[in-house]
């Protein structure tokens, strides 16, 4: 969950993905990367709503 919101916030101030956006969500999720490694094994089981 956190990976999320701290994704959708950045989009706030940055739009795309680049260097800057992810520079930005280093500042508060220090394991980015492990993060993103977990959301991505978990994604297809995920609820999207009704999409």
């Known amino acids: 969950m956190d990976l999320?919101?701290?994704h959708e916030l950045t989009h706030l101030?940055?739009?795309a993905h680049g260097v800057?956006?992810?520079r930005r969500m280093r500042?508060?999720?220090e394991d980015l990367e492990?993060?993103?490694h977990h959301f991505a094994q978990a994604e297809?089981?995920?609820w999207?709503?009704?999409?």
């Open 44 to 46: 297809s089981s995920l």
């Open 4 to 6: 999320v919101l701290v």
């Open 20 to 22: 800057p956006f992810r």
């Open 13 to 15: 101030t940055v739009a």
């Open 34 to 36: 492990e993060l993103e």
């Open 27 to 29: 500042l508060v999720l």
């Open 48 to 51: 999207r709503g009704a999409v």
